[in-house]
């Protein structure tokens, strides 16, 4: 079984601010981990992923998160915050394409507030 | 990537009625699934269409309320059926490639029982 958690509902952080947005997964089998952005009123944008291979990957926007297994954590992060990034984070997990058919286990999620 | 269109965006329904929510997708995929959002809450799995055979749900979804049809790899419907204001929220499609670990979302369906 696989499950995720997102400390923190809702973050606020100043315009220029770092974002700093925490998941830590669950899972039986090595992980693929995701972040997820939603807008208010539209689908689900995927911002970056990890599978396998180097454990720093970097997304759009000048989103990046780090895949540590030691830690079993997958922490969002942007350098320097922008009023368009104010939105819904989701991290997900899955179990692969073989073990769980890509079927996605997501967090609660954690609203975004930029601030100026 | 895959593009994935759903159908209607949003709906005001009676309780009692049903609804069924189209989604197309713009290439060939595996696999194909429907997520819940309820107001203010996470996405929830509740099944994953499988192309010519019955859908296979989640703990707590079942197939009398939630129908679902796949009849080609681009194509699947979800259908609520006898809604009640329960079942108000935000319906999802997403589809997935062969290649591990991409899944794609549609815009949603935002649904009102009334």
């Known amino acids: 079984a696989q499950s995720v958690t997102q400390l923190g509902s809702h973050v606020s952080v100043s315009e220029g601010a770092l974002v700093l947005l925490r998941c830590n997964y669950s899972?039986?089998?090595?992980?693929?981990l995701f972040w997820y952005v939603q807008y208010p009123n539209q689908g689900l944008q995927l911002l970056l992923k990890y599978t396998t291979g180097a454990t720093l990957v970097k997304g759009i926007n000048g989103f990046e998160a780090e895949f540590k297994k030691s830690e079993t954590s997958f922490h969002l992060t942007k350098p320097s915050a922008h009023m368009s990034d104010a939105a819904e984070y989701f991290c997900a997990v899955s179990e692969g394409f073989t073990g769980g058919g890509n079927k996605l286990t997501f967090g609660t999620g954690t609203q975004l507030k930029v601030e100026l | 990537s895959a593009v994935i269109s759903q159908k209607p965006s949003r709906d005001i329904c009676q309780r009692g009625t049903s609804l069924t929510i189209q989604c197309q997708v713009d290439?060939?995929?595996?696999?194909m699934f429907w997520y819940r959002q309820q107001p203010g809450q996470s996405l929830t799995l509740i099944a994953t269409a499988n192309q010519g055979s019955e859908a296979t749900y989640e703990s707590g979804f079942v197939i009398d309320k939630f129908p679902i049809s796949r009849p080609n790899l681009t194509f699947s419907t979800l259908t609520v059926s006898n809604m009640s204001p329960e079942d108000s929220s935000i319906y999802l499609c997403?589809?997935?490639?062969?290649?591990?670990?991409?899944?794609?979302f549609g815009q949603g369906t935002r649904l009102t029982v009334v």
């Open positions: 290439s060939q995929v595996t696999m």
């Open positions: 899972s039986s089998v090595p992980p693929y």
């Open positions: 997403s589809a997935a490639s062969a290649t591990p670990a991409e899944a794609f």
